[in-house]
């Protein structure tokens, strides 16, 4: 069911971005949005993870300097039947974790120096379990498309809002010119919003199935549990300097004292709600 709600969703970021590329130029307005999202969608494809790599600091570790952690890895592929993902280090105190790269056998797991101070091995596999579901279930892959789909409705946003202020750009079915000056206007003010709560709704059913894949990856869900629990709780106390375009990937939303996020435009839905899930499922051995 989660599947098919983010498949609904990303079919609609389409849309809506092909819907205003032809609101604003007709079949010209519809060619651009779909160059537009192919290049986008490239440029995320190949290069995303190395931007939110860098973006937050991540550094490579070792065997030597990290055996729990490439211990844990190692056991949760071979059960998964997935390729090693190269480990990275963010020197942060904050808890967090995540997985990027466009697929398994590009993938990259970071996670803070936090992380591995504060999780005892239960709480530190079922973190490990839920990137690696995001690695297997291709939810990298989806975000970034989510993501660039966004990010182009918002600039063919506003880009039709300078074309209005230099000469009236749309009018791409004939309207007449106050009605379609109306519309035009509706459309750049609610077709960003929309399509920003159409990537934070992707980004959401993401979360809740890497909990369960996670889950039963392990075999049982108390560590996630717990260290989802351990996570909120430090993270609503230790800032974070992990950019917001990162952030979204992370396991928990990390806390920035710049950045106030409300329930609606929040990537994660609430922890309670996903532990609460965690509690209902039944795992069979």
């Known amino acids: 069911m989660k599947t098919l709600k983010t498949t609904l969703l990303l079919t609609a970021l389409t849309l809506l971005l092909l819907f205003l590329g032809e609101s604003f130029g007709g079949q010209r307005g519809l060619t651009i949005a779909l160059v537009v999202a192919v290049l986008m969608n490239g440029t995320a494809y190949f290069f995303s993870d190395k931007i939110a790599l860098a973006s937050s600091g991540a550094q490579p570790i070792s065997r030597e300097e990290a055996p729990r952690l490439y211990a844990v890895m190692e056991r949760l592929c071979a ?4 390729p090693m993902p190269k480990l990275y280090l963010i020197a942060q105190p904050a808890p967090n974790a995540f997985a990027t790269g466009r697929n398994p056998s590009h993938a990259s797991v970071a996670v803070t120096q936090g992380l591995l101070e504060l999780m005892n091995d239960d709480e530190l596999e079922g973190v490990i379990a839920h990137e690696l579901s995001h690695v297997r279930n291709y939810d990298i892959l989806t ?142 051995r």
């Not at 059960?79 to 997935?82: G, S, T």
Request: net charge positive; with cysteine.
């Open 79 to 82: 059960k998964a039947n997935l």
């Open 143 to 284: 975000s970034s498309i989510a993501a660039t789909l966004a990010g182009a409705i918002m600039w063919i946003g506003r880009m039709g809002q300078w074309g209005m202020m230099l000469g009236g750009w749309g009018g791409g079915r004939g309207r007449d010119r106050e009605g379609g000056g109306i519309a035009a206007l509706l459309m750049l003010i609610l077709a960003p919003l929309a399509a920003i709560l159409l990537q934070l709704g992707i980004s959401r059913q993401r979360e809740y199935q890497a909990d369960a894949s996670g889950a039963r990856m392990v075999g049982q869900q108390y560590g996630l549990i717990s260290a989802l629990e351990k996570l909120g709780a430090y993270n609503q106390k230790i800032p974070s300097n992990i950019p917001p375009s990162t952030a979204a990937l992370c396991i928990v939303a990390p806390f920035s004292p710049r950045q106030i996020l409300t329930g609606l435009f929040s990537t994660h839905p609430p922890l309670s709600d996903r532990i609460a899930e965690l509690r209902n499922m039944t795992i069979t």
